[in-house]
């Protein structure tokens, strides 16, 4: 039995009460259901840069087999360790970490996204912007490294603008698969590099996907989450 299992599943549970799919009460938790979030926007808002098709499918069946997916896992979870088969628990953990994450960071992609008639595209401004500057030099220059961060990502991940919760510096990382950030890091930006975030549109061109996917960025969203306390 490993016991890295028994440490990424509380990682997770953190963020999942955090997100509403894990509720407080008193000194213990009781799990309610995850459910799909409501987008903001129609699914062909974010056309010409992101198709009307690929938001549909994307939100309606991609995210919801993950909402399915940490329902189900919470459930065999829930019942194994009140019959105390905490090796059942433990075999679970991994289908927790896909299908949380999934469910997780697809949340917060949907809030990041915003019609370029509205607020979507440009550039942040406030302090976000002057920490952006600080941390990367310029606007242009974190843009250009995160597309460089996607691009180097092998099969499916994310690319991530992160805010260090001890020093409030901002940085770059990137996950395999599904895998949320959590521990040190806040993440303010995160960007799809799964082929189902982009391929029915771009194809082989996952690279024209990184640079349009910028025209549609809700600045005001990842404004709020870095001025969080």
């Known amino acids: 039995m490993s016991s890295t299992l028994f440490r990424a599943t509380p990682l997770l549970r953190g963020a999942l009460r955090a997100s509403g799919a894990v509720k407080p009460a008193s000194a213990t938790f009781v799990r309610g259901k995850a459910t799909l979030p409501d987008l903001s926007y129609d699914y062909g808002a974010l056309e010409p840069h992101i198709s009307g098709k690929i938001m549909e499918l994307h939100h309606s069946k991609h995210h919801q087999t993950y909402v399915n997916g940490l329902n189900s896992a919470l459930d065999t979870i829930a019942e194994a360790e009140s019959k105390g088969d905490f090796t059942k628990a433990a075999s679970i953990a991994p289908l927790l970490n896909f299908h949380g994450g999934g469910h997780l960071n697809h949340t917060l992609f949907w809030e990041n996204l915003a019609p370029a008639s509205r607020e979507g595209g440009g550039e942040p ?11 990367f030099g310029s606007f242009d220059s974190f843009r250009k490294q995160m597309n460089t961060s996607l691009a180097g990502i092998q099969g499916s991940g994310w690319a991530w603008l992160v805010k260090d919760k001890s020093s409030g510096n901002l940085g770059l990382v990137t996950r395999a698969n599904q895998d949320p ?3 040190q ?9 799964w082929e189902h975030a982009y391929y029915l549109q771009y194809e082989n061109r996952k690279a024209e996907y990184f640079d349009a996917i910028w025209n549609v960025i809700n600045w005001k ?3 709020k989450r870095f001025e969080k306390p």
């Open 221 to 223: 969203t990842v404004s």
């Open 185 to 193: 890091f806040e993440p303010l930006l995160g960007i799809d590099a």
């Open 125 to 135: 401004d406030g302090a976000l912007k002057k920490a952006i500057e600080a941390d």
């Open 181 to 183: 950030v959590t521990g």
